[in-house]
Each structure stands twice: as C-alpha cells, then as structure tokens.
C-alpha cells in the first residue's frame, strides 16, 4: 500500500462494508455505487478496489489487470445505464487544486439529462 494511503477513508470503509453503500455493479478489481449526494440523474462512483490515492497513483502503480477491470466496469456502468449514445460525463478530482474530498481515486459518472459547460 502506498504509505501516504488513508485506510480509514470513506471509500475504503465502503470496501470493507463497514459502512453502506447502493452497489450498482462489481468485478474484482472494482465497485461503482451511487453518490451520496447527486448532482445529476446518473451520478455513479467507480473505484478501485485496491488502495490508490488519485488518478496519478492509480495510472502510475495500478497493474494492467487492475487498469482493465477499472475501465471494463466504467464501460459496463454506461451499458446498464444506457447512456452510450445521449452522453455522460467522467470527471476525476485529485488533489486540493482538483478538491477531492476523498483520497481513494475514483470517477464520477454523471449523466442522465445535458449537465451544461464543463466547469462553471
Ligand atoms: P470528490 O470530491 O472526492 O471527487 O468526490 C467525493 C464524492 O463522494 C462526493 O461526490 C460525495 O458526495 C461522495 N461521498 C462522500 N461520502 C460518501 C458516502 O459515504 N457514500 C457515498 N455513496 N458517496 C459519498
């Protein structure tokens, strides 16, 4: 694990079900639920399920098999959503000039209705 990791983050409870969460889909490398506190119709969390601290951690040291699970199950939330052809949007925050709340990499799958400009 990288040493800077934060076991104790909220999304690393998720993995452990210590606390809940409205899975929508698994493989064994990754978990997509439900956000929390949506900003749109579709707002899906996709993460890792080994312990990556943002998108550079993930993209850096993550092992291919980990790589292609993460994405394949991007790809399968945007088939069982059927967003492939209205659209969607993917947004990953990292880092305090990205303001990620939570240090376990993920991506935000939001969709559903048009969600507007990208930033602002
Ligand atoms: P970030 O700002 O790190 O990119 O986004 C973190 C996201 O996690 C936010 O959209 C927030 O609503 C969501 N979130 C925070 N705590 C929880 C939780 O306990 N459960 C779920 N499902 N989502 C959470």
């Not at 104790?8 to 809940?20: Q, T, V, Y």
């Not at 929390?36 to 993460?47: G, K, M, R």
Request: proline letters at 6%; hydrophobic letters at 35%.
């Amino acid at each position: 694990m990288n040493n800077l990791y934060d076991p104790d983050n909220i999304f690393a409870k998720i993995l452990r079900s210590e606390i809940p969460c409205n899975k929508i889909l698994e493989n064994e490398f990754a978990l997509a639920f439900s956000d929390i506190n949506p900003q749109a119709p579709i707002h899906i969390l996709v993460i890792p399920k080994n312990p990556y601290i943002d998108f550079y951690d993930f993209t850096k040291n993550a092992s291919n098999k980990q790589h292609e699970s993460f994405w394949k199950l991007v790809n399968d939330v945007i088939e069982h959503y059927k967003v492939e052809k209205e659209g969607f949007r993917i947004i990953t925050n990292s880092g305090s000039n990205g303001n990620q709340d939570v240090p376990h990499f993920h991506v935000h799958l939001l969709g559903g209705e048009n969600l507007g400009r990208m930033i602002g």
